[in-house]
Every structure is written in structure tokens, then in C-alpha cells.
């Protein structure tokens, strides 16, 4: 499956973004979904994981509640909805596929990735 990541870019602190990953190559429903996101100098972190239907979803718990993860099966699609926007969320915002068991909260569980988008939150 190939993933193209969208949506990033300059955004004042305090406000919001959405983010698109785009699916092709394969059926979109068949995979479990994840957002994961790096900052200069850091590791690659989780952020929102989502089942092939939608109806299970879950999150680091230091982002819950300011973001959102969802999927449009329809539009082969995942977003991530981010919301009051802070310095420390300026990373490179990665979308990715896996077949595995879930929750999958580590890089390593995760098969297929999307390239990454640039958000950077000024403050």
C-alpha cells in the first residue's frame, strides 16, 4: 500500500490543523491505521492509532483530547484533526499501515509509511 501524507505547514500556536493520508495500491479497509510524528533530534513517536473500521481508536495519552484521528474507508483516507496548537507539536507528521495486531503504539509495528508533512507551530 502506498500512503501520501498532506496537510502540514506554518500554524500560530493555539490553533488548528488537519491532516490527510491519502491510500493506494491496495484496499484501504484492510489496514489498521496510525499517525506517529519527530521532532528535530528525536525519536519517532506515536500519536493516534485507528482499527480498519473506525470503531476502535486510541492515542498517546499526552495528546488526548487535542487531537483526533478518523478514516473515510470511502475516500481510502485517514485525518488527524489538531487541535490548540503548541510549539512543541512542530515535527514531521508521518501516516502508516499495518496488518499486525492492534493497539500498535511503536514504529516497529507498522509496515507501510507515507512520506511526512511538515507542521511547524510558531508560538
Known amino acids: 500500500v502506498q500512503l501520501q501524507a498532506s496537510g502540514g505547514g506554518l500554524v500560530q500556536a493555539g490553533g488548528s490543523r488537519r491532516l490527510s493520508c491519502a491510500s493506494s495500491g491496495r484496499t484501504f479497509s484492510d489496514y489498521h491505521m496510525g499517525w506517529f510524528r519527530q521532532a528535530p533530534g528525536k525519536e519517532r513517536e506515536f500519536v493516534a492509532g485507528i482499527n480498519r473500521s473506525g470503531s476502535y481508536i486510541y492515542y498517546a495519552d499526552s495528546l488526548k483530547g487535542r487531537f483526533t484521528i478518523s478514516r473515510d474507508n470511502a475516500k481510502n483516507t485517514v485525518y488527524l484533526e489538531m487541535n490548540s496548537l503548541k510549539s512543541e507539536d512542530t515535527a514531521v507528521y508521518y501516516c502508516?499501515?499495518?496488518?499486525?495486531?492492534?493497539?500498535?503504539?511503536?514504529?516497529?509495528?507498522?509496515?507501510?509509511w507515507g512520506q511526512g508533512t511538515q507542521v511547524t507551530v510558531s508560538s
Open positions: 502508516a499501515a499495518t496488518q499486525r495486531v492492534i493497539p500498535a503504539r511503536t514504529r516497529f509495528e507498522y509496515d507501510y
